[in-house]
């Protein structure tokens, strides 16, 4: 038998059954669907995370402190020592030789005052240097400067949306003077949004001068964070190690376990963030896949009934010369051809879905090559598998028993 | 060009042994038209599975132009089938909502014939076997019993086999319509085929130039029928 023949017996035996065909395929069409759009969902929320940490600013390393033990031996919680200063923000611009860029922060939430407005947002105390190691772009005015700095200007520089609450939208408020903590500011420039992140969005933050926060805000001269971009991804494991060498020496601390910060790098995030949606896609996927199976038992369902419906014909097919390959060949044919079939809509319709759920609520889906793939070979390996058994019943069956069949 | 030594079948189920061939043997010449007869359960459905290369004997040999086919497997077995072989059956056995042309053409495809070929080769063959020319673009269910039997002959027919073997191809027609199929029997004969006709009906194997009768497993009778010679004769 030609391929041809094989090709025509197989589009005559899904057209002569409509009905029962599509509804075969239909299971597939479900299945292969649900994988790829749980997968673009998936893999779309890994995009989005990932953009996130990238948008918190490239290559860097994050140092909090740890917590701090009194001499009571009372421990405190983990991040609320004030054991960083200044100082050592400044230690590790002069010493560490691929740290590129150092921003401390000191940051406490405090109500903002404007005429009738008013909020409660994170006031981030820092210096010039935050907008390069945050990635931070300006629409409106400057940001802080180092002559801020020195003279403990009351400065701010805001976030667009508090901008927004503050002044409205589209509003210019540089000139303007806003009351934080019952001070007055005069407002310099805002910032450019960049979006929610999950770590906290710049877009609602108010940043003025370190120093200013220091004195006038907080009343104490340790800094809550201190971030530091390194040159390139490659030099920034040496730069953690660099960092919290330094700063074990300048806080006198002979054992690295017990030291009182505490240095993360964007790769340990993202690599926890990927970990984390690398679950959530496979569990997404092992649902769909379930109903995959599913379809693939319709398919095997499909092909028993077919078999026994047309056993005398394959008595026949047997009684003129067709040999045990070419009976197992038709029906696997047609079981793998279902599969195909449904994969294809299902890959369609799945992107469909994917495509629907980023228009109607905004999350973000992507559609990789490798789900399609995946998905056309498992659709195929389905036909394979679940078309085998009843393909090997048919090629087995007794032409003489089969042409006398009722 | 057939011949048979010794051939016994036996069904076994679990505990009884039914011995549904015993020591048969018979040689067919070439050309002979030779009609099968006995009553049901005579054995000669089996005997007629095993000329048909359909199912292998217990014991005794099976030559099939020379060839010993007694103990082939079941894919060499489909091959000699399929080019040696052609089979008429009482149920006809047409693929349904499948059209004439198509139902004649399957064997061509197992054969490995090339398409173009193969409408012309059917279409020789149902003109042989007598069908109306307007019929064949027709589904094989919108035909009579008469013209199916006749796409079915034609099927038989369309691999050019040594060999053709009717089981009972008269049993659900009508007298009129079964006189008209064993008459193409006799024209495709005449033709030079061999034909092996099985049936349980005396006055259908009068057509047959030989008539082979079997009861219980044995051959009771092996005669040439004479008046079917007369009957050719006077109709040539």
Redesign the interface.
């Known amino acids: 038998?030609?391929i041809?023949?094989l090709i025509e017996e197989t589009y005559?035996a899904i057209f002569?059954n409509k009905a029962r065909s599509s509804l075969t395929i239909l299971g597939i069409v479900i299945g292969i669907g649900s994988v790829i759009a749980m997968i673009s969902i998936g893999q779309g929320a890994a995009g989005s995370i990932e953009s996130n940490i990238q948008a918190m600013g490239s290559n860097l390393i994050t140092i909090t402190p740890g917590s701090q033990t009194s001499f009571s031996q009372v421990r405190t919680a983990r991040g609320t020592a004030q054991t960083l200063t200044i100082e050592d923000a400044q230690a590790i611009a002069e010493n560490v030789p691929s740290a590129q860029a150092v921003a401390p922060e000191l940051s406490q939430r405090y109500q903002v005052v404007f005429k009738g407005n008013n909020t409660n947002t994170q006031i981030v105390g820092t210096v010039s240097s935050y907008l390069l190691v945050k990635n931070v772009e300006m629409t409106q005015g400057s940001f802080i400067s180092e002559q801020n700095i020195n003279s403990l200007s009351k400065v701010a520089v805001l976030g667009p949306t508090i901008r927004d609450d503050l002044f409205g939208e589209g509003v210019n408020p540089v000139g303007q003077t806003i009351r934080i903590n019952s001070i007055n500011f005069k407002v310099i420039g805002v910032i450019q949004s960049k979006g929610g992140t999950a770590f906290g969005s710049q877009d609602n933050m108010i940043f003025i001068p370190l120093t200013t926060a220091q004195k006038f805000l907080v009343g104490g001269d340790y800094v809550s964070t201190i971030s530091v971009q390194a040159e390139s991804s490659q030099t920034m494991g040496q730069v953690k190690i660099g960092i919290t060498n330094l700063l074990l020496t300048l806080h006198n601390i002979a054992d690295p376990l017990l030291a009182d910060f505490s240095a993360i790098s964007q790769e340990d995030i993202l690599d926890a963030s990927t970990s984390m949606t690398d679950t959530m896609t496979i569990l997404l996927a092992a649902i769909a896949g379930i109903s995959l199976i599913v379809g693939g038992i319709g398919i095997m369902n499909m092909m028993m009934t077919t078999v026994t419906e047309r056993t005398?014909?394959i008595?026949?097919?047997?009684?003129?010369?067709?040999?045990?390959?070419?009976i197992s060949l038709q029906f696997l044919a047609e079981a793998v051809t279902l599969t195909f079939l449904g994969g294809v809509i299902g890959i369609i319709l799945g992107s469909g879905a994917a495509y629907g759920i980023t228009l109607f609520t905004g999350m973000a889906t992507k559609i990789s090559l490798f789900s399609i793939i995946l998905a056309f070979s498992v659709s195929a390996g389905i036909g394979i598998i679940f078309g085998y058994y009843p393909a090997q019943k048919a090629a087995k069956l007794n032409?003489?028993e089969a042409?006398r069949y009722e | 060009m057939i011949e048979i030594k010794n051939i016994t079948k036996v069904y076994k189920s679990d505990i009884v042994e039914t011995k549904v061939l015993k020591d048969i043997s018979f040689s067919i010449k070439e050309g002979e038209f030779v009609a099968i007869i006995g009553p049901s359960g005579s054995g000669k459905s089996t005997l007629m599975h095993i000329l048909g290369c359909l199912d292998a004997p217990t014991s005794g040999q099976y030559f099939f132009e020379g060839k010993d086919v007694s103990q082939l497997s079941d894919d060499e077995l489909a091959d000699i089938r399929k080019r040696k072989i052609g089979f008429v059956f009482q149920a006809f056995n047409l693929l349904p909502r499948t059209s004439v042309l198509r139902n004649v053409a399957l064997p061509l495809a197992y054969a490995n014939i090339p398409k173009s070929k193969r409408e012309e080769i059917a279409k020789e063959a149902l003109l042989s076997a007598g069908l109306n020319e307007k019929r064949f673009y027709n589904l094989s269910n919108q035909l009579s019993g008469g013209e199916m039997q006749r796409v079915a002959i034609a099927r038989a027919l369309v691999n050019n086999p040594s060999l053709i073997l009717a089981d009972e191809p008269t049993g659900n027609l009508d007298s009129k319509t079964g006189e008209v199929v064993l008459e193409t029997f006799q024209k495709l004969n005449k033709q030079g085929r061999t034909i092996i006709l099985i049936t349980h009906e005396k006055y259908i194997a009068e057509h047959a130039r030989r008539v082979i009768s079997l009861k219980d497993g044995e051959i009771i009778e092996d005669t040439i029928n004479h008046r079917s010679k007369i009957i050719q004769q006077i109709k040539e």
């Open positions: 038998m030609f041809t023949d005559f002569a005398r014909e008595g026949l097919r047997k009684a003129i010369g067709a040999k045990r390959i070419d032409p003489i042409l």
